[in-house]
């Protein structure tokens, strides 16, 4: 024991008045194991719990000075020192946190790889206003450390360059965005708010030309330029334009005006208030105007015209203060003056200018637009030259084929421009070159032809009218050309436009004679360009002239062109005609026996009734029958019923009711089911009235498998009161037979029953309640109920009742019969 006291003693040296008899255990194990910490641990948690702070820090000073290498046993010591150092000003106690710092450098001698002693260290250095010595620790940390561990350091790096600012937190950034290019956009608004706004600009620029960059708050490409060019244009005058590192700020927003085509009007803007904000206000309205003429949208115009509006007015309401203040204070100054009348002279300039630019946008976005042409000349109102030049440059610009609009009307209000001026001339002029234009359309180019026959007839040149008109539809004799060819141009198919040949026989039909009106007609059957309606003029003309016969042949070559609908018309307008003209009769047979002879059945009726009408004035009856016959086989199924019965009538008031019998057995037969009950019932009331009871009651009985007694009811009955007035007791159960055997055939039917079964149950629910009701009423009043016709009353009611019969047996039954 005294040895190992003696030992300490001469460890301690000139310290031996601290030890205390009871640490003798910890200094004997510290010597036994001096290599190892844990003793020291244990040492100084012992100090720490029981010792003064002076203990405390000669333990740890012990112990960090015998294992200098020890992580532990330092980081214990700097937090210690450091923890008393917390509250203390770095200012007032400088000398103190030399002291600490010192113990960091120490520390680091050996430890200079231990992140976490360098990160204490540089906190602590943060509190002390010593911004150089922090910078160049942090750059040692950086120098010491291995990459991976960088971004422990680089956290604290930046939060201290931020607090540093100047040219300090710049120099920082640089380097750190160097490694961490991702953070760019934080560089980009410190150097904002540095007011390095030329650095800030080159920043912006590489990265938009680093494809691969991706902005970690997820803004857009445009997002990125958008701020570049509000930063460039809002501080334009500090921006740096004139060294090697500076800024070409129109280069760059012009190339953002090239790439960016849907925000041209915003970009145009920034550049000309970026030459506003640098005093340059020619150069600003140059990009104005250079802007209104280049871009392509309303929006972008209406951007930019009121921009320009703004600067003007705002250059303007500036003159006029300073004239003001000069006039006030009697300074005449005639350059002022005379500025101010300009700017006045420019700006009235550009509001008549604005609709003209504005329909230069239009034209720009499609220059094939009609209607924005015709809206350009309507501007320049009654300035001639102006309109024509539009016009030329119209036609110019304007690909037929593409054209959005009626492009002919184009050239049509151009000749127009020349024949108000009364300049006929230049109007034919402007008219021929019109109908050599590639139109898209063949209808295009025959607007065309006749808009100029129709100029020379305002202009009462009748002759020259149909002398260009015949030019138009001039052909060769035997034309092979196809109209809807769209291989061919509109002027090799021009010929066989019926617009155009309808004008010119109009036209040559109020100028000229029959004759050449006549040519014209054949001309247009010749190439086959006929319409029912060239048909019907061409044939009336030549009856208004008493041509009948020619206007008949007019008719039958119409029929050898058109089919079945269009035939039909032709039809009855020819045979109508023909009857009035009184032709012979077998000639007026061939015609009714060619127009039914291919005649579809739905255009069947009106032919057969019009032919049989004409047998009935002018020929025999009875081959009126025979078409009449003919007809009900002919005409459609809507038809025949009604055909049927025009017959039956026909034949019945020319050789009485008896040969109507046939006919009624043949439409019986023919007919739907439906029709056929109500032919039957005819058939039946026609026997009637001859007497033939016993005919009628078959006919009833032939229709009685067409009607089911649930849903045809009237037929039941009509045959019920038929037999109440002609038959007898035998028939009359006969009659009730048949009906019970039709309505046991239609219940076997699978699609009745399912329809029915609700109609029934409803029925019944009906019923009960309505005897319900009967009976409610009846007990209610005490009044005898009235026992239906054909029921007998029961003598004497049941035990408990009311003396009323039960409601079953007041419920009708339809088979009872009356014998009286």
């Given at each position: 024991?005294?040895?190992?006291?003696?030992?300490?003693?001469r460890?301690?040296?000139?310290?031996l008045?601290?030890?205390?008899?009871?640490?003798?255990?910890?200094?004997?194990?510290?010597?036994?194991d001096?290599?190892?910490?844990?003793?020291?641990?244990t040492?100084?948690?012992?100090?720490?719990?029981?010792?003064?702070?002076?203990?405390?820090?000669?333990?740890?000073?012990?112990?960090?000075?015998?294992?200098?290498?020890?992580?532990?046993?330092?980081?214990?010591?700097?937090?210690?020192?450091?923890?008393h150092?917390?509250?203390?000003?770095?200012?007032?106690?400088?000398?103190?946190?030399?002291?600490?710092?010192?113990?960091f450098?120490?520390?680091?001698?050996?430890?200079?790889k231990?992140?976490?002693?360098?990160?204490?260290?540089?906190?602590?250095?943060m509190?002390?206003?010593?911004?150089?010595?922090?910078?160049?620790?942090?750059?040692?940390?950086?120098?010491?450390?291995?990459?991976?561990?960088?971004?422990?350091?680089?956290?604290?790096?930046?939060?201290?360059?931020?607090?540093?600012?100047?040219?300090?937190?710049?120099?920082v950034?640089?380097r750190?965005?160097?490694?961490?290019?991702?953070?760019?956009?934080?560089?980009i608004?410190?150097?904002?708010?540095?007011?390095?706004?030329?650095?800030?600009?080159?920043?912006?620029?590489?990265?938009?030309?680093?494809?691969?960059?991706?902005?970690?708050?997820g803004?857009?490409?445009?997002?990125?330029?958008?701020?570049?060019?509000?930063?460039?244009?809002?501080?334009a005058?500090?921006i740096?334009?004139?060294?090697?590192?500076g800024l070409?700020?129109?280069?760059?927003?012009?190339?953002?005006?090239?790439?960016?085509?849907?925000?041209?009007?915003?970009?145009?803007?920034?550049?000309?208030?970026?030459?506003?904000?640098?005093?340059?206000?020619?150069?600003?309205?140059?990009?104005?105007?250079?802007?209104l003429?280049?871009?392509m949208?309303?929006?972008?115009?209406?951007?930019?015209?009121?921009?320009?509006?703004?600067?003007?007015?705002?250059?303007i309401?500036?003159?006029?203060?300073?004239t003001?203040?000069?006039?006030?204070?009697?300074?005449?100054?005639?350059d002022?003056?005379?500025?101010?009348?300009?700017?006045m002279?420019?700006?009235?300039?550009l509001?008549?200018?604005?609709?003209?630019?504005?329909?230069?946008?239009?034209?720009?976005?499609?220059?094939?637009?009609?209607?924005?042409?015709?809206?350009r000349?309507?501007?320049?109102?009654?300035?001639k030259?102006?309109?024509?030049?539009?016009?030329?440059?119209?036609?110019?610009?304007?690909?037929?084929?593409?054209?959005?609009?009626?492009?002919h009307?184009?050239?049509?209000?151009?000749?127009?421009?020349?024949?108000?001026?009364?300049?006929?001339?230049?109007?034919?002029?402007?008219?021929?070159?019109?109908?050599?234009?590639?139109?898209?359309?063949?209808?295009?180019?025959?607007?065309?032809?006749?808009?100029?026959?129709?100029?020379?007839?305002?202009?009462?040149?009748?002759?020259?009218?149909?002398?260009?008109?015949?030019?138009?539809?001039?052909?060769?004799?035997?034309?092979?050309v196809?109209?809807?060819?769209?291989?061919?141009?509109?002027?090799?198919?021009?010929?066989?436009s019926?617009?155009?040949?309808?004008?010119?026989?109009?036209?040559?039909?109020s100028?000229?004679?029959?004759?050449?009106?006549?040519?014209?007609?054949?001309?247009?059957?010749?190439l086959?360009?006929?319409?029912?309606?060239?048909?019907v003029?061409?044939a009336?003309?030549?009856?208004?002239?008493?041509?009948?016969?020619e206007?008949?042949?007019?008719?039958?070559?119409?029929?050898?062109?058109?089919?079945y609908?269009?035939?039909?018309?032709?039809?009855?307008?020819?045979?109508?005609?023909?009857?009035?003209?009184k032709?012979?009769m077998?000639?007026?047979?061939?015609?009714?026996?060619?127009a039914?002879?291919?005649c579809?059945?739905?255009?069947?009726?009106i032919?057969?009734?019009?032919?049989?009408?004409?047998?009935?004035e002018?020929?025999?009856?009875?081959?009126a029958?025979?078409?009449?016959?003919?007809?009900?086989?002919?005409?459609?199924?809507?038809?025949?019923?009604?055909?049927?019965?025009?017959?039956?009538?026909?034949?019945?008031?020319?050789?009485?009711?008896?040969?109507?019998?046939?006919?009624y057995?043949?439409?019986?037969?023919?007919?739907?089911?439906?029709?056929?009950?109500?032919?039957?019932?005819?058939?039946?009331?026609?026997e009637?009235?001859?007497?033939e009871?016993?005919?009628?009651?078959a006919?009833?009985?032939?229709a009685?498998?067409?009607?089911?007694?649930?849903?045809?009811?009237?037929?039941?009955?009509?045959?019920?009161?038929?037999?109440?007035?002609?038959?007898?007791?035998?028939?009359?159960?006969e009659?009730?037979?048949?009906?019970?055997?039709v309505?046991?055939?239609?219940?076997?039917?699978v699609?009745?029953?399912?329809?029915?079964?609700?109609a029934?149950?409803?029925?019944?629910?009906?019923?009960?309640?309505e005897?319900?009701?009967v009976?409610?009423?009846s007990?209610?009043?005490?009044?005898?109920?009235?026992?239906?016709?054909?029921?007998?009353?029961s003598?004497?009611?049941?035990a408990?009742?009311?003396?009323?019969?039960?409601?079953?047996?007041?419920?009708?039954?339809?088979?009872?019969?009356?014998l009286?």
């Amino acid at each position: 024991m005294g040895v190992a006291v003696e030992a300490v003693v001469r460890q301690m040296g000139p310290d031996l008045h601290v030890v205390a008899s009871e640490d003798s255990v910890y200094e004997q194990d510290i010597l036994r194991d001096g290599a190892s910490a844990k003793p020291w641990l244990t040492y100084i948690n012992l100090k720490l719990r029981s010792g003064t702070i002076f203990e405390q820090n000669l333990v740890m000073a012990r112990a960090c000075a015998q294992l200098p290498r020890s992580y532990k046993l330092w980081k214990l010591f700097l937090s210690f020192r450091m923890k008393h150092l917390a509250k203390l000003n770095p200012v007032i106690f400088a000398a103190e946190f030399r002291k600490v710092n010192a113990l960091f450098e120490k520390s680091l001698t050996l430890l200079h790889k231990m992140p976490r002693i360098w990160e204490m260290y540089l906190q602590f250095l943060m509190q002390q206003p010593v911004l150089t010595i922090t910078r160049r620790t942090f750059d040692r940390a950086l120098r010491s450390l291995p990459l991976t561990q960088h971004d422990r350091i680089w956290t604290l790096y930046l939060t201290f360059a931020n607090a540093a600012s100047s040219e300090t937190a710049v120099k920082v950034w640089r380097r750190y965005v160097q490694v961490h290019p991702e953070d760019a956009e934080d560089f980009i608004e410190l150097l904002v708010g540095t007011g390095a706004y030329t650095e800030a600009g080159r920043l912006f620029i590489d990265l938009l030309n680093n494809s691969r960059f991706s902005s970690k708050h997820g803004k857009a490409h445009y997002e990125l330029w958008s701020e570049m060019i509000d930063i460039l244009v809002e501080n334009a005058p500090e921006i740096d334009t004139e060294h090697e590192t500076g800024l070409n700020v129109e280069r760059i927003i012009r190339s953002g005006i090239a790439r960016f085509t849907d925000r041209r009007g915003k970009l145009w803007c920034g550049l000309a208030t970026y030459w506003i904000r640098r005093s340059s206000f020619e150069r600003a309205r140059d990009t104005f105007e250079e802007g209104l003429t280049t871009v392509m949208t309303v929006r972008d115009f209406t951007l930019v015209f009121d921009s320009y509006v703004e600067f003007e007015e705002s250059v303007i309401g500036t003159l006029m203060d300073v004239t003001s203040v000069r006039a006030e204070k009697g300074i005449p100054d005639e350059d002022a003056d005379f500025e101010l009348d300009l700017r006045m002279m420019r700006f009235e300039h550009l509001m008549d200018r604005r609709p003209f630019l504005l329909n230069d946008v239009l034209l720009r976005q499609n220059p094939n637009n009609v209607l924005e042409w015709e809206k350009r000349v309507a501007l320049w109102g009654e300035n001639k030259a102006e309109a024509v030049q539009t016009y030329t440059d119209a036609i110019a610009a304007i690909n037929p084929n593409r054209a959005l609009g009626s492009f002919h009307s184009l050239w049509a209000n151009y000749a127009r421009l020349y024949e108000k001026g009364g300049d006929l001339r230049n109007a034919r002029v402007v008219l021929e070159k019109a109908v050599k234009v590639p139109f898209k359309s063949v209808s295009e180019l025959a607007d065309m032809w006749v808009e100029w026959a129709e100029m020379e007839l305002r202009n009462e040149n009748f002759d020259d009218a149909v002398r260009i008109m015949a030019k138009a539809v001039q052909a060769p004799r035997r034309s092979t050309v196809d109209y809807f060819d769209e291989t061919l141009s509109p002027q090799q198919r021009v010929h066989k436009s019926w617009r155009l040949w309808s004008f010119y026989v109009d036209l040559v039909e109020s100028v000229s004679t029959l004759e050449e009106v006549r040519k014209v007609y054949e001309r247009i059957f010749e190439l086959r360009i006929a319409t029912p309606q060239t048909v019907v003029n061409y044939a009336n003309l030549l009856e208004e002239h008493q041509y009948y016969e020619e206007s008949f042949k007019v008719y039958e070559r119409g029929l050898d062109l058109f089919s079945y609908p269009v035939a039909f018309e032709l039809w009855n307008l020819y045979l109508t005609k023909a009857v009035d003209r009184k032709i012979g009769m077998e000639r007026l047979r061939d015609l009714f026996e060619q127009a039914v002879e291919n005649c579809p059945p739905k255009f069947a009726k009106i032919i057969y009734l019009m032919y049989g009408n004409l047998e009935e004035e002018r020929g025999l009856a009875r081959h009126a029958m025979r078409i009449y016959e003919r007809a009900t086989r002919a005409v459609a199924d809507e038809d025949r019923a009604d055909m049927f019965i025009f017959y039956i009538t026909k034949s019945a008031s020319n050789f009485g009711l008896p040969s109507t019998r046939p006919i009624y057995e043949r439409a019986i037969t023919s007919l739907p089911d439906l029709e056929a009950k109500g032919m039957c019932l005819k058939f039946a009331d026609m026997e009637k009235r001859l007497g033939e009871i016993d005919r009628a009651r078959a006919i009833y009985g032939h229709a009685s498998q067409f009607c089911d007694p649930r849903t045809n009811a009237d037929f039941w009955t009509k045959w019920e009161q038929f037999e109440v007035q002609h038959g007898n007791e035998d028939t009359f159960k006969e009659m009730l037979r048949i009906k019970r055997s039709v309505q046991a055939q239609y219940n076997t039917d699978v699609n009745f029953i399912a329809s029915q079964a609700l109609a029934r149950s409803q029925q019944r629910t009906d019923t009960r309640n309505e005897m319900s009701d009967v009976m409610t009423m009846s007990e209610a009043s005490e009044i005898d109920v009235k026992v239906p016709e054909g029921f007998v009353a029961s003598s004497s009611a049941p035990a408990g009742g009311t003396g009323v019969q039960a409601a079953s047996d007041l419920v009708p039954n339809p088979d009872v019969i009356d014998l009286d």
